[in-house]
Every structure is written in structure tokens, then in C-alpha cells.
């Protein structure tokens, strides 16, 4: 009987390379593989506890997935082109990983939260990941996404669970941009962008209804 689990993220470069990840009840990390015709399992690196949150990959031979163990350590796990390995990681206390994205093979960033009050990011520079700047914005971000080395966005929630959280990366720092915040409560759970001028962030109010933001080049609004 096949193992039961559940999926989290996904991340496609073509028509034959497309990855999802996510746990399995058994608590073990799961890592699937589209290759044009069927969806496989792939032999992932397990510890106890360990589940995957997200998912980037920009070609063949270079993928990244992360997640955590048992709600306390980061993983972090690299695709060469023919296998899934551990990847050492920064070590605070309480880190966790929920959203993954890259550019290039020395480009990638990843985002989440220590002990569940302070923002967390880190950056992969094609030799050692490394942690960003401390970020004194709880309770932490759930996504990344990047358009190239220079734009990069990351989303979540902070003030206590309370308001929308949009970080931009314009090259040299992260910045929090103004967004909309309907209610409190509002928080953003994933995002996408394409261009400078084109980006989208999703989540939900308040109100407990669907949220929907994008980025004209300006500003952030609600659609």
C-alpha cells in the first residue's frame, strides 16, 4: 500500500521537469518528479520529523527544496541533476524554513521564522548559505520569489499576527513595502513575480476571505 502523505509546494522549468514536495504521515520528507509522462517518487534524505514547505528549481540539474525538522531545525536539500542532498545550513535556535526561490546556480534565497517571533532569510551564494539580516518582524515570512539578482520579494505576516508583511530586495537590502492590510489577521502565504513591474501576493483577510494583491511597478493593491 503506498505511504500516505501530502504535498506543500511546486516548481516547474519545462514540460519535463517538474518537482513537488512536501511529508509523508510517517514523518519523512517526500519529493516527487514529473518527467513528461508520470509523476515519480525520488529518494529524498529523511530524518524524524522532517517535512518540506517549498520548492525552486532552475534547470535540470539545480533544485532546492526546504523545510524542517520537527518544528525547531532547517533543511535544506540540493538537487545536482542526479540526486537529492543535505545541505549544511545556519543554525539559530527555533529556525525554520517555509518558501525557497533561485535564479541561478548562485542565486537562491530562503525565508521563514525563529521561534516564531522573528523573520528569518537566507541567501545562497554558489558556495556556503548564509543568514541575512535580522529582521525584528514577527511572527516571520512564509515566501520568496526572484526575478533575477537584483528584485527579489518576500511575504508573511508580523505585529503579532495582526497586518500583511511584503519585504523588497532591490540588489543591497531588504525593505518593507506599504500593503494593503484588511483586517486583522491579514497575512500573505505566497508569491509570484515576473518583472520589476509584475508581481502578485496571496493570503487571506481578516475577515477570513480570500486576499489578493499585485505589484503595478509602484505600489501594492488589492484586486
Do not use: C
Amino acid at each position: 500500500m503506498p505511504e500516505l502523505g501530502f504535498l506543500n509546494g511546486v516548481a516547474a522549468t519545462s514540460a519535463r521537469n517538474v518537482w513537488a514536495v512536501g511529508g509523508t504521515n510517517g514523518g519523512k520528507t517526500l519529493i516527487v518528479h514529473w518527467n513528461g509522462s508520470a509523476w515519480r517518487r525520488v529518494p529524498s534524505p529523511t530524518s524524524a520529523g522532517g517535512v518540506l514547505t517549498g520548492v525552486a528549481a532552475t534547470s535540470a540539474r539545480n533544485a532546492w527544496a526546504v523545510g524542517r525538522i520537527n518544528f525547531n531545525t532547517m533543511l535544506i536539500l540540493h538537487w545536482n541533476g542526479s540526486a537529492w542532498k543535505r545541505v549544511p545550513s545556519p543554525t539559530p535556535a527555533g529556525g525554520i524554513l517555509t518558501g525557497v526561490a533561485a535564479t541561478s546556480a548562485t542565486n537562491a534565497w530562503a525565508v521563514g521564522q525563529i521561534n516564531s517571533s522573528m523573520s528569518l532569510i537566507l541567501h545562497w551564494n554558489g558556495r556556503a548559505w548564509q543568514k541575512g539580516p535580522s529582521l525584528r518582524l514577527r511572527p516571520g515570512l512564509m515566501a520568496v520569489t526572484a526575478t533575477s539578482a537584483t528584485s527579489s520579494w518576500a511575504v508573511g505576516q508580523y505585529l503579532d499576527f495582526r497586518k500583511t508583511l511584503i519585504l523588497h530586495r532591490n540588489g543591497s537590502t531588504w525593505t518593507r513595502v506599504p500593503s494593503p492590510s484588511p483586517g486583522p489577521g491579514a497575512f500573505l502565504d505566497a508569491v509570484s513575480a515576473i518583472s520589476d513591474r509584475n508581481a502578485w501576493a496571496v493570503g487571506v483577510t481578516g475577515g477570513a476571505t480570500a486576499l489578493i494583491l499585485h505589484w503595478n511597478g509602484t505600489a501594492w493593491k488589492r484586486r
